[in-house]
């Protein structure tokens, strides 16, 4: 969809599957991709490979959900990383595999950890860090933050730096700490931490999740859910129709 091939599994089959390449001793990356990483995916090449070579890619945004069931291969549903942020908090917990909280402003990573424990008593936490703005726009900036996430040995990371950034730094870190699984997970750190506030359930089935956000934060979301975003979900979701049209003519004739 958009350049952008998503695994079609559930949450629950994302955890086992992550638990399982854990006790294997491998690790992996975990992208979930909604229509503004569609949107920029589509537009850059790089970025569509820093998506596609994740080891999991899953369907953050409904919009991709309704996208693969125009084309005739739907996803089970949406898995956000704002729900496996708690669902691999509760794998690790059980397991005794520690994890990192990486990303939000000043101590939002802290009170995120907090959250977690409180709710899975045998999370270990081995670190949080919430780095400044634009730590990597030196490389002495990015080598600190890596050095950081590497000397805390987690087993699970959770990078809530926003895409790219966040994408970027977990393929750099994947080669240093090859047994770990990382998940971009973006606003989920705030989320957990009851900073952000997330969208009552009957709006996330409903698909409006990014109304709710864009009430609750008018001025950073606007410009990208209206005139950036908005213009390419009707762009792909027409797309995919025309494909599936195209393709079942084809077979009929």
Request: hydrophobic share 45%; net charge positive; proline share 8%.
């Given at each position: 969809?958009?350049?952008?091939?998503?695994?079609?599994?559930?949450?629950?089959?994302?955890?086992?599957?992550?638990?399982?390449?854990?006790?294997?001793?491998?690790?992996?990356?975990?992208?979930?991709?909604?229509?503004?990483?569609?949107?920029?995916?589509?537009?850059?090449?790089a970025l569509r490979e820093l998506v596609c070579s994740a080891d999991l890619v899953v369907a953050d945004?409904?919009?991709?959900?309704?996208?693969?069931?125009?084309?005739?291969?739907?996803?089970?549903?949406?898995?956000?990383?704002?729900?496996?942020?708690?669902?691999?908090?509760?794998?690790?917990?059980?397991?005794?595999?520690?994890?990192?909280?990486?990303?939000?402003?000043?101590?939002?990573?802290?009170?995120?950890?907090?959250?977690?424990?409180?709710?899975?008593?045998?999370?270990?936490?081995?670190?949080?860090?919430?780095?400044?703005?634009?730590?990597?726009?030196?490389?002495?900036?990015?080598?600190?933050?890596?050095?950081?996430?590497?000397?805390?040995?987690?087993?699970?990371?959770?990078?809530?730096?926003?895409?790219?950034?966040?994408?970027?730094?977990?393929?750099?870190?994947?080669?240093?700490?090859?047994?770990?699984?990382?998940?971009?997970?973006?606003?989920?750190?705030?989320?957990?931490?009851?900073?952000?506030?997330?969208?009552?359930?009957?709006?996330?089935?409903?698909?409006?999740?990014?109304?709710?956000?864009?009430?609750?934060?008018?001025?950073?979301?606007?410009?990208?859910?209206?005139?950036?975003?908005?213009?390419?979900?009707?762009?792909?979701?027409?797309?995919?129709?025309?494909?599936?049209?195209?393709?079942?003519?084809?077979?009929g004739s």
């Amino acid at each position: 969809m958009g350049g952008v091939e998503v695994d079609a599994v559930t949450e629950e089959e994302v955890v086992e599957w992550v638990g399982a390449e854990l006790e294997a001793g491998r690790g992996g990356r975990i992208v979930t991709p909604n229509i503004d990483i569609c949107r920029a995916a589509a537009t850059d090449p790089a970025l569509r490979e820093l998506v596609c070579s994740a080891d999991l890619v899953v369907a953050d945004g409904m919009p991709l959900v309704w996208a693969a069931r125009l084309l005739g291969t739907p996803v089970p549903r949406r898995v956000t990383g704002a729900d496996l942020i708690w669902s691999l908090s509760e794998l690790a917990a059980r397991r005794g595999w520690p994890v990192y909280l990486l990303g939000g402003p000043p101590g939002v990573a802290r009170k995120a950890a907090d959250e977690l424990m409180s709710c899975y008593p045998r999370l270990k936490v081995c670190g949080v860090h919430a780095p400044p703005y634009h730590f990597d726009a030196t490389p002495e900036g990015s080598e600190r933050v890596r050095r950081k996430v590497i000397a805390a040995q987690p087993r699970l990371v959770f990078v809530g730096l926003g895409f790219p950034r966040q994408d970027r730094l977990v393929a750099d870190l994947r080669e240093e700490l090859p047994g770990a699984w990382f998940l971009g997970c973006g606003a989920a750190i705030a989320f957990a931490a009851g900073t952000v506030p997330r969208a009552p359930e009957w709006l996330r089935r409903a698909g409006l999740e990014w109304a709710f956000r864009l009430v609750s934060e008018p001025g950073r979301l606007a410009r990208r859910y209206l005139v950036d975003d908005l213009p390419f979900a009707v762009r792909l979701l027409s797309g995919c129709l025309v494909t599936r049209l195209r393709r079942e003519r084809r077979a009929g004739s």
